[in-house]
Structure formats: structure tokens, C-alpha cells
């Protein structure tokens, strides 16, 4: 007797459930992954992005370009002196709001740090980094890519490999190409979150071996890459790349077809989703260890609120609880009562430490979100339930029912109550939403 078609699919998708609902391979299915909260809407207290200075007449512009070719005409075209000339015209183009003839200048400056005192020289530090702070305000992330490429490329002449800088820009630039993955995902090209995955993990490994002759990590340093690590395998699973392995599985096996064949990239970041939880979960674990040996509560209290939270994400909510009591304990126990108010007085959208955030974006991105009030409770389980809008503007009921829509699904640290997660009705809180 044959199975009518109908009930075949309804067999599939029982046996698909069951396996979402097992976890069967330890991660999460992407069609119900936590909010990423920080992407799509954000605190609203969050800085307004700098406005930059309107653009008017420049009637010293000649006066500054007489200036430079006066400097020029005494010291020759890179003698001393003209790098600053030339910087300090650049600030007067941006105060009247020439940002291109600002920009020119200060490129220009740069070059002849470079001339005058070689290609890898650190006086060019700050104008690139004022170079940087002008590129994002106008929104031309193509340029600031350019630039924060180059300081990561200076950070590696100028700093030795074991050097605390030389970690600290290299979680600069990682931090940087999470912003530029965020502005522009490209769910067809993993790779930037699998060498981002490699990278952070050589760190350690190459500090951690022992024929190595680096400097091994302080506490500090390694719990800066797990975080680090961290947020790519926060990135990686909440980013749906397509790829669905008891789908691909289930849907092969039953309709006959070949089961769908990935490129290398595709099934390493697919193997890095699916262990997402438990590797997040032993580099947290393993920093504790470290911690506990070293004696450093309040760090061993930032780990255990970390170790809670991750749990909370992947859908861990007792575990999440016992290890928020520890974190609580800690304080208490080192009396610092402020600190354990600030985590745990009041729900926190989670993750906490903004991976989904690039930014508020230019001001006039950001003159165009829409601001919205919510009311809802969160449970004792990080969730969100009875979700209300507050006076919303009726021009704004579109993007308001799309934040509903996503806060179901984000996830909260809940309050604690003398160590207890507990239920938190009422809560009021203002997003700004693109």
C-alpha cells in the first residue's frame, strides 16, 4: 500500500521538528534564532552621530593655499614643516564644510609624513584616524575600509607579534570587518567569519604552545579573544547562509535525490554553526578554569554573566540560571553591590556586548529611523511576552509591527531577585528602528 503524497510531507516535517527540537546536532535552526538585537533596532539612548559642519564660503581658502606654496617655495616640495601646514589647512576646508578639499589635504599630509619619515611612521597616526572619522560621517565605507586596512597594516611594522598593542589592533581590525560583514552581509561568501574563526584561534594557539617564544596571554588578553571568538560564533548563527543540513538530509533521502552538494566554505561554516553552542560554551568554561586559578573574582563573576547569557541564547535557560546565581554569589561575596545592580536589576537585551551593531550609521540614516516606545514582561527564561506599542505615530505602524515581529524572538538576561531569575511585567523601554 502506498503512501498518499500529502501524508509523506507531513511525516517530513514531523521528523524535521523532532530533530529541530532535540537539537540533534547542537545548534540552532535558523528559521527560530534569537533576534539579533542591535541590527534592525537599538537603544535609543544610544549618541546621535556627529553632525558635520554645513557647508559655507571659504574666504581663507587662498589665504591657506598661499601659505603652503610660501612653505614649499622655502624647504622645497617635502621639506619640514609642510605636513603640518598642510594638515592645518585640511581642519579649516572641514570647519567650512569643503569635506573633499579636506580630505585632499589631509591625504596629502600624509604622504609627506611618509617622505619625510618613512613609510611606516606613526605621525600619520592621527590624521588617518581623522581621515577615518571623516569617511564614516559622510558614509563612504568604501574609504574607510581603505584606511582601516592601512592602520592595521601600520600596527603590524610597528609592533612586535607578542606586543599587547598588536593584539589590541587586531582586535581593532576584527572588530572592524564585523561592522563591514554587518553593513553588507554576504551570505554567499562565509569567508570572511571562517578567517576571522582561524585567526582569533592561532592567537591562541601560538602563544599557548610550548616551544613557542611568545609571550604567553595575561588573563586580560584571553578573555579579550574569547569574547572575541564569541562574537563570530554569535554572528555565524544567527546569519542563515542556507543551508540546512536534516532538510538536506531528510528531503534527499525521501525524495531520492542526492543530498545537496556544499563547497568547502559552505560545510566548514555550517560545522562551525552547528558547534557554535559548545565551542562558545567550552572557551567560556576553560576561561573560567584559568580565572578560578588566578584568584580573580571579579573576572570569574564577567565570565560566569557570560557563561549565563550564552546559555540564555542557545535556549539554555536552567543552565543559564545556576551559573547567573554563581556570577551573584561572586559579588555579593566581594561586596560589590553596584555591579551586581547594574547586570542584574533590570532585563538586558541580549547578546549585551552590541555584536549586531555597526553603528548608528551618518545623521541623516539616523534622522530617518523611527522612534518607537515599547511595553512588555520578560519571563524568568530571558523571554519576551505581552508585547505593547506606546503612542505610535500612525506613519510609523509599519516599522512598529516589524519590531513586534522581532521582539518575539529576542532574548533577554532576566532580573534576578536575591540570586533568582524572576518575571519583570511592565517593562518600558524606546528603540530606534531603521
Known amino acids: 500500500m502506498t503512501t498518499p503524497r500529502s501524508t509523506r510531507w507531513l511525516v517530513v516535517l514531523a521528523l524535521l521538528s523532532a530533530l529541530h527540537g532535540a537539537g540533534a546536532y547542537g545548534a540552532l535552526d535558523n528559521r527560530s534564532v534569537p533576534t539579533a538585537y542591535g541590527d534592525r533596532f537599538y537603544d535609543a539612548a544610544q549618541p546621535v552621530p556627529e553632525a558635520l559642519p554645513p557647508r559655507q564660503g571659504a574666504p581663507e581658502a587662498d589665504a591657506w593655499q598661499q601659505r603652503i606654496r610660501d612653505k614649499t617655495y622655502e624647504s622645497g616640495p617635502y621639506g619640514p614643516g609642510i605636513a603640518e601646514t598642510v594638515e592645518d589647512a585640511g581642519r579649516y576646508f572641514l570647519s567650512r564644510g569643503d569635506y573633499n578639499t579636506a580630505i585632499q589635504q589631509w591625504r596629502r599630509a600624509v604622504h609627506l609624513i611618509r617622505v619625510n619619515d618613512g613609510l611606516y611612521s606613526q605621525r600619520q597616526l592621527p590624521l588617518l584616524e581623522r581621515l577615518l572619522e571623516t569617511y564614516l560621517a559622510l558614509g563612504d565605507y568604501e574609504r574607510a575600509d581603505e584606511t582601516e586596512s592601512y592602520l592595521h597594516f601600520l600596527s603590524q611594522k610597528n609592533y612586535a607579534e607578542d606586543d599587547s598593542e598588536q593584539l589590541q589592533a587586531t582586535l581593532r581590525w576584527l572588530n572592524w570587518q564585523r561592522q563591514q560583514w554587518l553593513r553588507n552581509p554576504d551570505v554567499t561568501q562565509p569567508r570572511l567569519l571562517l578567517q576571522q574563526w582561524r585567526m582569533l584561534t592561532e592567537l591562541v594557539k601560538e602563544r599557548d604552545a610550548e616551544e613557542s617564544t611568545l609571550a604567553k596571554l595575561t588573563l586580560a588578553e584571553r578573555e579579550a579573544l574569547v569574547q572575541a571568538q564569541l562574537s ?54 576553560r576561561l573560567l578554569a584559568r580565572q578560578r586559578k588566578g584568584g580573580d573574582k571579579a573576572a570569574q563573576a564577567r565570565t560566569l554573566l557570560a557563561l549565563g547569557d550564552w546559555h540564555i541564547w542557545f535556549d539554555s535557560p536552567g543552565r543559564a540560571a545556576e551559573r547567573y546565581r554563581e556570577s551573584w554569589d561572586l559579588l555579593t561575596e566581594t561586596g560589590d553591590v553596584e555591579q551586581r545592580q547594574r547586570w542584574f536589576g533590570a532585563p538586558v537585551e541580549l547578546p549585551e556586548n552590541g555584536v549586531f551593531w555597526a553603528g548608528p550609521g551618518t545623521l541623516p540614516e539616523y534622522e530617518a529611523q523611527a522612534l518607537l516606545q515599547i511595553q512588555f514582561d520578560v519571563t524568568p527564561q530571558g523571554r519576551v511576552r505581552e508585547l505593547a506599542l506606546i503612542d505610535t505615530p500612525e506613519q510609523e505602524s509599519g516599522r512598529a509591527s516589524v519590531l513586534l515581529r522581532q521582539m518575539r524572538s529576542m532574548r533577554f538576561r532576566p532580573r534576578l531577585a536575591d540570586g533568582e531569575a524572576v518575571i519583570t511585567p511592565d517593562v518600558v523601554r524606546s528603540y530606534r528602528v531603521r
Open 232 to 285: 563570530v560564533l554569535l554572528l555565524a548563527s544567527a546569519t542563515d547562509f542556507g543551508l540546512d543540513r536534516e532538510t538536506d538530509l531528510l528531503m534527499g533521502s525521501r525524495m531520492g535525490d542526492r543530498p545537496q552538494q556544499l563547497t568547502m566554505e559552505e560545510t566548514q561554516i555550517r560545522n562551525l554553526q552547528e558547534s557554535g553552542y559548545s565551542r562558545g560554551r567550552g572557551r567560556l568554561q
